[in-house]
């Protein structure tokens, strides 16, 4: 449904717009962007949605603030006071995921820039601390990408309610496949080495790069000569485990 389905290999991220993990990921999702021959999925997966939606109150703050001091220490991803002394502490503030996926295939059906908006998302979160939940934010998100605002709110009109159910019930089938327990989850599909016509799907897991950027993109690059070279060498990249359900397991 997004960017470079037809690339050999193709990473595809399962994520949610309000989960610190993937904000942690983010420099490894920008990395992968601009690699020749890797094709980039992105699928949103509904973290806080329906009943799973969040108000803010002293224990979720509790609960995320330990998260966000290791992501910061590992990957150097910044946390904006007006996100942890203000949005933070604005109890009764609803956290639901539903709007912002919305807005980010909004943003793809007009441009393609689905992730480009959720990279605008995430620092309207983390560092400015505005509430990305909030369809106001995400039309001013918009413009500040350069997306028309009448397109997009017509975009976003189109794509809201049973549309993004659909993605997000997507989304959770393909977290399903691949045996990820949480956000972010990433995978590799690529020609199956040994079903000539079929395509294989394997979880990945990020921890060993969330600090090591050029490593990530070099391990990308290797991934890649391997999948030029399955139909000769009838293997795969290597078996790598998954990511848990507070994110990805580290050391």
Known sequence: MNA???????????????????YAAAPLVQAARNLPGIGLQWHGGGMLVGAQRREIDA????????HDKRISELTG?????????????AVGTVLDSEPPTTAMLAAEQLSGRGLDLLARMQEAYYIQGRLISDMSVLQELARDLGLDAAAFAQAYAQQQGAPTQQHMQQSRQLLSLVQGQGFPSFALEFDHPEQPGQRAVQRIDISPWLADV???KAQLGQWAQQVAELKSQNQAPDQAEGCGPDGCALP
């Open 59 to 66: 224990g979720w703050r509790e609960h995320v603030l330990p």
């Open 214 to 216: 050029q490593g990530w």
């Open 4 to 22: 470079q389905t037809s690339a050999p290999l193709v990473l595809h991220y399962i994520f949610d717009p309000l989960c610190g993990w993937c």
């Open 77 to 89: 991803q910044v946390f904006g006071e007006a996100y942890s002394d203000g949005l933070l502490k």
